[in-house]
């Protein structure tokens, strides 16, 4: 969790891409694919939380100067 927390977001999506081409590839085994797969499920969550969090930001900053 805490390697998460000192990600960026534009780092966390970059292991991310590098995740699903791993996923691709057919010479990944069962196990390693399992362990990409749940490690991708988590960085794809850190990355929904920041953009969550961006837009949160974007509409208060909005609604203040409206």
């Given amino acids: 969790m805490a390697e998460k927390e000192r990600l960026s977001f534009e780092?966390?999506?970059k292991q991310l891409e590098s995740i699903?081409?791993?996923?691709e590839n057919e010479e990944t085994t069962l196990e390693d694919s399992v362990v990409l797969y749940q490690k991708g499920i988590e960085l794809s969550k850190f990355c929904?939380?920041?953009?969550?969090n961006a837009e949160l930001k974007i509409?208060?900053?909005n609604e203040v100067n409206e």
């Fill in 20 to 23: 699903v081409k791993a996923l």
């Fill in 48 to 52: 929904s939380d920041i953009l969550d």
């Fill in 59 to 61: 509409s208060q900053v």
């Fill in 11 to 13: 780092d966390a999506l």
